[in-house]
């Protein structure tokens, strides 16, 4: 009985810890951004060395993406998200952001409907509704330097925040389709798209002219500390999907989806703790909706 308990906390912390790097993730791409290197291509920085990894330990892996259209799907869905949710983090308003990223229960239900033609229940169409609502509340919200208005997107990080959050939904709604292929294969799927669709839309940017590209920093060398800082981000990101899947196999989906909601949580408080976030009873009041919707969605057993 006690050997079957024992690894619960284990697995909740570990839920916690990725939840952790996620939610605190904005600051150190705020910090290479300052720098001069645009999150697009500090994502590409970032996910590189560990798509190498992977690759070197995993070589088996590389031929399951090859031959896997299924994975390539995965691929490009984790790559909008990551590229999407950390340039969004380092323009906007990360609590804006973040709450409009987790709207992903709304998007699961109309992809689970389109893809795996789960059906719609009138549960589900209710959570729709609520998210739908919150949502509507966060866009009216004057966001920074705006005013209220129609309930919107006011900004490109806006934009990017709703794109994220589709983009998680449809990487989430994959790895279901994909469950029986092996883990080592969706692992390498997920870190090479974070690493080509930023790298293919950085460059598509920086050719046109809007964004520079990763070679200086103003002019001036890179300091000592930013590829230190790009290779413990990779490794934190690294630490932290092992730590996922070590939870997420140990835990019901109910608590470990819940427990992914502290995201939000650290995402806010260090926001506001360190200037990148305000928050107002309007986003209050989204918010909690949002949340509340994406808890409740995921204490709905599975199918």
Known sequence: MNSTLQPIPWAALALVFNSLVWGLSWWPFRQLEGQGLHPLWATVWVYLPTVVVIAAVRPRAVMQLLRDRSLWVLMLAAG???????WATVIGDVVRVVLLFYLMPLWSVLLARCLLKESLSAVAGIRMVLALVGAAIVLAAPDAGGVPGLPLPQSLADWLGLLGGFAFALNNVMLKRTADRPEEGRVLAMFVGGAMVAALLGAALSAHGDIAWPLT????????????LVLTLSALFLCS????????????????????LSEVLFAAVSAVLLGAGHVTGSLLAGGALIVLTAAWAAREPAH
């Open 80 to 86: 909008a998200t990551n590229a999407a949710f950390n």
């Open 217 to 228: 920093a103003g002019g001036e060398p890179w300091p000592w500390w930013l590829p230190v």
């Open 241 to 260: 999907n092992l730590a996922l899947q070590f939870g997420a196999v140990r835990l019901p989906v109910h608590v470990s989806s819940v427990l992914m």
